[in-house]
């Protein structure tokens, strides 16, 4: 059972914008997402045990007790910190959402995500408290059998008003993303690059990925309106607390919303529903996750 629900789809000042639920209500729905996000906590390289296993450096005689003191220590230093003043600064809220946002993607827009390009899936301890960098959500989408660079920007709002006020945020973000601002598309395609490569399984679709990544590198230098028409999908994503928005359909966040140097069939507007505090709900993956 998908984990998420298309409720409604309208056209803003040209834009499409689809409207989407996480099915918090029903116990099952709910308990696979609490299930899929504190995975992906736990398998990040920054929360796992095993990639600090004393073992590994022929330390196999350390006494328990040094043993047991150390994976406290380690556990310690790499817990992120609870912002409980500006709660939507917590690193945990975003890289939660951001797994959210990616949740989406999967299972309404055939987009794939390779946690060994995933960065909160591969931060390091002296990251723990950082914002992660660069574009929110890079992917690879699978279209028609023809492949496409995804590029997701994630704002998570609790507010009352609509449009909230991330709108103009995600807005500006996404221009960002589009104009190639300071190299910001071009150095996103050559990292997940990068990345990508540390697939531990060799498949022709990976090495698909990588000619096509390394042809995009090239063509955002050289040619970025004709790359962006052919090659990238850009997705404003939204991951709202308004039951307001579920019971109207209303999905006036977009309502100011304008980019500029893209066609409309390279975006797509999303706005996903969660019944639940997003702050809280992030708090309680990552203590349960590290629990």
Known sequence: MPLVKE?????INGLNIKLFEYDVNDTTNLNKLKDYLIGKVKKSKVHNTLEYDLTYYGSKNLNSDFVKKFNETVKELNTPEKLKSIPHFDVRRERVTEWMA????????????????????????????????????????????????????????????????????????????????????????????????????????????????????????????????????????????????????????????KVKGIDNTNIENIICCFGRSINEFSNDIYDEALK
């Open 7 to 11: 409720l409604f789809s309208k056209e």
């Open 102 to 257: 990616q949740i989406i993607l999967e299972e309404k827009y055939s987009c794939k995500f390779y946690e060994e390009a995933d960065k909160r899936m591969n931060l390091k301890p002296i990251d723990i408290d950082k914002h992660t960098s660069g574009i929110d959500v890079p992917g690879i989408m699978f279209k028609n059998n023809e492949l496409k660079f995804v590029v997701c920007e994630v704002k998570a709002s609790e507010d009352k008003k609509i449009p909230c006020s991330s709108s103009k945020a995600l807005m500006k973000d996404m221009q960002k993303a589009i104009d190639n601002d300071k190299n910001r598309l071009s150095r996103e395609i050559l990292n997940y690059m990068g990345e990508i490569r540390n697939v531990a399984m060799k498949s022709d679709e990976v090495s698909k990925i990588l000619n096509f990544l390394a042809e995009l590198v090239v063509n955002t230098e050289n040619n970025l309106n004709d790359c962006i028409s052919k090659n990238i999908m850009f997705f404003p994503l939204l991951i709202r607390k308004n039951d307001k928005i579920v019971i109207d359909n209303n999905v006036d966040d977009y309502k100011n919303f």
